[in-house]
């Protein structure tokens, strides 16, 4: 079996690090996410909640405001 395949990448890249989301059970309270562990179930962890939480339960407030990574210039000496 292919580790990969089980992977849903589309959720990765929707539920990406500093994306400010609100639980749907708790509506106007916010949350930063704080990273998305493909190894858990769930797989989504917030900012200041002790508790992983799945997709469903989220709903997507704004998109992220942190860079994910940071892509530096490289000096090429030929």
């Known amino acids: 079996m292919n580790v990969d395949s089980a992977i ?7 539920y990406l690090p500093g994306t400010v989301v609100e639980l749907k059970n708790n ?3 916010l949350y930063q996410i704080d ?3 493909t190894t858990m179930v ?3 962890w917030l900012v200041n909640d002790p508790r992983p939480r799945y ?12 860079q994910v ?9 030929f």
């Open 27 to 29: 509506p106007g309270v």
């Open 8 to 14: 849903d990448w589309d959720e990765i890249f929707e």
């Open 55 to 66: 997709p469903h339960e989220l709903q997507i407030v704004s998109g992220r405001d942190i």
């Open 42 to 44: 769930p797989p989504i």
């Open 69 to 77: 990574c940071e892509i530096g210039s490289q000096v090429v000496v």
């Open 35 to 37: 990273y998305y562990e």
